[in-house]
Nanobody, 116 residues
Framework: QVQLVESGGGLVQPGGSLRLSCAAS????????MGWYRQSAGKGRELVAD????????SNADSVVGRFTISRDNDKDMLYLQMNSLIPEDTAVYYC?????????WGQGTQVTVSS
């Protein structure tokens, strides 16, 4: 069955870094665009970064430009999010998403907390 399993979240101080990973299985990873979303308490889920199926095109939310980098490894069926210069406003549950046409798959999420 389809699985997206996020890892790498945790507690980090402001200014610190984290690298999130998403392990995909059960579908043709290299045919799907991939994205990272986040949802903080009391807010809706927002797109953080997206990457095309072949990895050639990426886009970032304005709030993370210059700080976060999305990447993928189609040989390993892995998605990554490198997060630098973290601020408290980045605190949220981060979700991995796979999308192709009308098909969407979601991971269970990983908590990122930025606090001193």
């Amino acid at each position: 069955q389809v699985q997206l399993v996020e890892s790498g979240g945790g507690l980090v101080q402001p200014g610190g870094s984290l690298r999130l990973s998403c392990a995909a299985s059960g579908f043709t990873f290299s045919s799907f665009g991939m994205g990272w979303y986040r949802q903080s308490a009391g807010k809706g889920r927002e797109l953080v970064a997206d990457i095309s199926a072949n990895g050639w095109r990426t886009s970032n939310a304005d709030s993370v430009v210059g700080r976060f980098t999305i990447s993928r490894d189609n040989d390993k069926d892995m998605l990554y999010l490198q997060m630098n210069s973290l601020i408290p406003e980045d605190t949220a549950v981060y979700y991995c998403n796979a999308h192709c046409g009308s098909t969407n798959y979601w991971g269970q999420g990983t908590q990122v907390t930025v606090s001193s």
